[in-house]
């Protein structure tokens, strides 16, 4: 079906000037000189390809196709003025759901946090929050199952535009009871008789592992594989053995565990927010991302 690009200014004019059967009283109206409303009403015409009225000079009566055309045209300006109208009242009052899609690791720290900020800014609004992989908050922020995501990207995606918020570093997560918990940091020589633990190729850290683990010549002391973050933690609690994880999934006043800096230049991750390339966010997403990027949560975990 072929589009046809109306002029709104136009349509309220051709409106104005039906309701009134006068070109001069709808320019007084419309506060615009005659030959400004006569140029809008020939660009509608232009743009529909038939005359909409017939002009004598004593009154303008609408022609046949004008007559069909101006209930039309009102019920479309209508229809555009309460929706106008409910997107107005929605951002003035700030209610509504707001769909986020994030990876596990950012439920630590940076969603806690996220969402203090948005109970004191947008009482009225309620979040709903998927946590997924990587790829999968990618996948839901694309098909528009989520407004936007908070993640990681380990490359370019063309659907997506991303806004970084905090960097990431990778530490060691360490029992409190561990020997080495009171190291203000760790590198190879402490490291290497250890069990380390670290997330599969499943994960989508495991590119940031593989780069520590390079960079510290550890490839062989990986002990187990998982292919979540939280099972890391889970098995580190269970003191099973040393972790590889992002600063973040350790943040806080934990009780069990300790992060350790690692030596050297840090091999980080970059976490913000993703929303799809070219669409524009509805008014209450659209606010609580602004939010987000201006408050940027302070500091790093």
Not at 170 to 181: G, Q
Not at 203 to 225: I, M
Not at 228 to 235: E, K, N
Request: aromatic letters at 4%; hydrophobic letters at 50%.
């Amino acid at each position: 079906m072929a589009r046809i690009n109306l002029d709104f200014q136009a349509m309220a004019a051709f409106i104005e000037v039906a309701e009134a059967a006068s070109f001069r009283v709808a320019a007084e109206r419309l506060h615009l000189s005659a030959p400004a409303l006569s140029r809008r009403i020939a660009r509608l015409e232009e743009t529909l390809g038939v005359r909409l009225f017939d002009r004598t000079t004593r009154r303008v009566t609408p022609t046949a196709a004008g007559r069909a055309f101006v209930a039309q045209a009102r019920d479309a300006m209508d229809a555009l003025e309460r929706a106008a109208l409910g997107i107005h009242e929605v951002s003035r009052q700030h209610t509504g759901v707001v769909t986020i899609a994030c990876v596990p690791t950012a439920t630590f720290w940076l969603i806690p946090r996220m969402l203090r900020l948005f109970a004191e800014q947008l009482p009225g609004v309620r979040f709903r929050l998927l946590d997924a992989s990587e790829s999968e908050v990618e996948r839901q922020v694309i098909a528009a199952d989520a407004d936007f995501g908070l993640g990681f990207l380990e490359r370019p995606v063309p659907d997506l535009d991303f806004t970084p918020l905090v960097a990431d570093p990778y530490v060691a997560a360490v029992h409190r009871s561990h020997p080495l918990a009171a190291r203000k940091r760790l590198g190879r020589e402490q490291l290497r008789h250890e069990r380390l633990i670290a997330v599969s190729r499943a994960s989508g850290n495991r590119a940031y592992v593989e780069a520590l683990l390079a960079r510290h010549d550890l490839a062989g002391q990986v002990a187990l594989e998982v292919n979540r973050v939280a099972t890391v933690l889970s098995l580190v609690q269970a003191r099973v053995g040393i972790g590889l994880v992002p600063r973040m999934a350790v943040a806080g006043d934990h009780p069990d565990l300790v992060a350790i800096p690692l030596a050297g230049p840090p091999v980080q991750r970059v976490v913000g927010v993703m929303v799809r390339h070219g669409v524009q966010l509805q008014p209450v997403p659209r606010l609580a991302l602004d939010l987000l990027v201006q408050a940027r949560l302070a500091a790093s975990p």
